[in-house]
């Protein structure tokens, strides 16, 4: 069907150009480096065309942003594995290294979960509300959960973590 | 002393996008004009972002897709393509093409008073097949049914209703003062089938642009199928299979 897929081509198209610059700056500010956030943009955006039979695009300004953290945070962390030099704030390094029970689910495939506004990377949180410096309401209105709900996810990240304190 | 809280960077970025609250919109569009530090973050990321999609334009990110034996321009899921242009049209207001091979019948919206002010309102009855189409306007907690002549402006958000008496194909589309086409509900280019029934709002509300004079909106029907291209509006408008039902609104504050 040939109208639909240039109309399909046109919306994915437009999605990029809307959004790009600001996937691309947000990778830059957690990645630190130019040509490393440009390859990570275009991750992004293959990682939501991939999942986007299970996407909610209500907003996608915060579904990119959250994609793009949670990308980066792996990324910052399979370097520190491997041994490479990173170039990230103490704070980021430690929530990306930390274990996060959310992981899981996303190795195992069960990426509905992963992608659902309830189940939001704890790391992610741990981003938003710690580097980002988003108060717990704007974190919990960011990935879908109450402010208790993120309360209790960022307190057992905590446990691993011993510098991070859950700001009231 | 004046304390000026600091803006999150995504906050900005929803700035950048038109996608804050109507009430923040208008206090950073306010501090624009009188905080000269910050209108230059404002237009320092503006340029910005000129510079980042010349740098990485889309035709890479297709690279990458073909590489990955997934072209952008291959049969995907309808409902994703449909779920990125709405969310385009309500985020930016920009032109889309909106295309479903399913009926749509519930309001994506959390503001349940829109729906319950659009619930309570008679229907207007038009002629040809019949097919009644509705504009209605959020204001506040609330919503207006718009008419012939209402008066709108740049960010007002839009919701379209419609129904038809019996089987038919229809489409529903804009025209702007800017002589640009946004596509509501259609199948690609071709009307859909449409099924009688109660009035059926589409799932996502519309934002308007800057565009100048006017927005019109056409509830277009027939019986049999029909194409729209840019260049034939007119001779649908006078093709006495298709019946049409207009709604023009006037564009304030320009």
């Given at each position: 069907?040939?109208v639909?897929?240039?109309?399909?081509?046109?919306a994915f198209s437009?999605l990029?150009?809307?959004?790009?610059p600001?996937?691309?700056?947000?990778c830059?500010?957690l990645?630190?480096?130019?040509?490393?956030a440009?390859?990570m943009?275009q991750?992004?955006?293959?990682?939501?065309?991939?999942r986007k039979?299970?996407l909610?695009?209500?907003?996608?300004?915060?579904l990119?942003?959250?994609?793009?953290t949670?990308?980066?945070?792996?990324?910052i962390?399979?370097?520190?594995r491997r041994?490479l030099?990173v170039?990230?704030?103490d704070t980021?390094?430690?929530?990306a290294?930390?274990?996060?029970?959310?992981?899981?689910?996303?190795?195992?495939?069960?990426?509905?979960?992963?992608?659902?506004?309830e189940q939001?990377s704890?790391r992610?949180?741990?981003v938003?509300?710690y580097v980002?410096?988003?108060?717990?309401?704007?974190t919990?209105e960011m990935?879908?959960?109450?402010v208790?709900g993120?309360?209790?996810?960022l307190?057992?990240?905590q446990a691993r973590?011993k510098?991070?304190?859950?700001k009231? | 002393m004046?304390?000026?809280?600091?803006i999150?960077?995504f906050k900005m970025?929803r700035?950048?996008?038109?996608?804050?609250?109507?009430?923040?919109?208008?206090e950073?569009?306010?501090?624009e004009?009188?905080?000269e530090?910050?209108?230059a973050?404002?237009k320092?990321?503006?340029?910005?972002n000129?510079?980042?999609?010349e740098?990485?334009?889309?035709?890479?990110?297709e690279?990458r897709?073909?590489?990955a034996?997934k072209?952008?321009?291959s049969?995907v899921?309808?409902?994703f393509?449909?779920?990125?242009?709405a969310?385009?049209?309500v985020?930016?207001?920009?032109?889309s093409?909106?295309?479903m091979?399913r009926?749509?019948?519930t309001?994506q919206?959390d503001?349940?008073?829109?729906?319950v002010?659009m619930a309570d309102?008679g229907d207007?009855r038009?002629?040809?097949?019949d097919?009644?189409?509705e504009?209605w306007?959020?204001t506040?907690?609330?919503?207006?049914q718009?008419?012939?002549?209402?008066?709108?402006?740049?960010?007002d958000?839009i919701?379209l209703?419609?129904s038809?008496?019996?089987?038919?194909y229809?489409m529903?589309l804009?025209?702007?003062?800017?002589g640009?086409?946004?596509m509501?509900?259609?199948?690609g280019?071709?009307?859909?089938?449409l099924e009688?029934g109660?009035m059926?709002?589409l799932p996502?509300?519309?934002r308007l642009?800057?565009?100048?004079k006017?927005e019109?909106?056409f509830?277009?029907?027939?019986?049999?199928s029909?194409?729209?291209d840019e260049?034939?509006l007119?001779?649908?408008l006078k093709?006495?299979?298709?019946?049409n039902?207009?709604?023009?609104?006037?564009?304030a504050?320009?």
């Amino acid at each position: 069907m040939k109208v639909d897929n240039q109309a399909g081509q046109k919306a994915f198209s437009e999605l990029y150009e809307a959004y790009a610059p600001m996937v691309y700056r947000r990778c830059l500010s957690l990645l630190g480096d130019d040509a490393e956030a440009k390859d990570m943009m275009q991750d992004v955006f293959l990682r939501i065309y991939d999942r986007k039979d299970s996407l909610d695009l209500s907003q996608p300004s915060s579904l990119l942003w959250n994609t793009a953290t949670r990308l980066c945070l792996n990324r910052i962390r399979d370097k520190k594995r491997r041994g490479l030099d990173v170039d990230s704030s103490d704070t980021l390094l430690n929530i990306a290294c930390a274990d996060d029970e959310m992981d899981g689910y996303e190795a195992r495939g069960l990426l509905a979960k992963i992608f659902s506004k309830e189940q939001e990377s704890t790391r992610t949180i741990a981003v938003l509300h710690y580097v980002d410096g988003m108060t717990l309401e704007e974190t919990a209105e960011m990935v879908g959960l109450s402010v208790s709900g993120v309360r209790k996810r960022l307190r057992t990240l905590q446990a691993r973590i011993k510098d991070l304190e859950v700001k009231r | 002393m004046t304390t000026i809280k600091k803006i999150s960077d995504f906050k900005m970025e929803r700035y950048l996008l038109g996608e804050l609250p109507d009430v923040e919109m208008r206090e950073l569009r306010e501090r624009e004009v009188s905080d000269e530090i910050f209108a230059a973050r404002v237009k320092k990321l503006r340029e910005e972002n000129g510079r980042i999609l010349e740098e990485c334009p889309f035709n890479a990110l297709e690279a990458r897709l073909e590489m990955a034996g997934k072209s952008s321009s291959s049969a995907v899921g309808t409902a994703f393509w449909l779920k990125v242009a709405a969310a385009l049209v309500v985020a930016l207001g920009i032109f889309s093409a909106v295309f479903m091979g399913r009926d749509v019948v519930t309001m994506q919206s959390d503001d349940a008073s829109m729906e319950v002010a659009m619930a309570d309102a008679g229907d207007t009855r038009i002629k040809g097949l019949d097919a009644r189409m509705e504009v209605w306007k959020k204001t506040g907690d609330s919503a207006v049914q718009l008419t012939n002549g209402s008066e709108v402006r740049e960010g007002d958000e839009i919701q379209l209703r419609y129904s038809v008496p019996e089987k038919c194909y229809g489409m529903l589309l804009s025209l702007d003062g800017n002589g640009m086409f946004t596509m509501h509900m259609s199948d690609g280019m071709s009307a859909m089938k449409l099924e009688p029934g109660k009035m059926t709002t589409l799932p996502y509300a519309y934002r308007l642009d800057n565009a100048p004079k006017h927005e019109t909106f056409f509830l277009l029907t027939s019986h049999n199928s029909f194409d729209f291209d840019e260049k034939n509006l007119n001779a649908l408008l006078k093709n006495k299979e298709v019946s049409n039902v207009i709604v023009e609104l006037r564009k304030a504050g320009r």
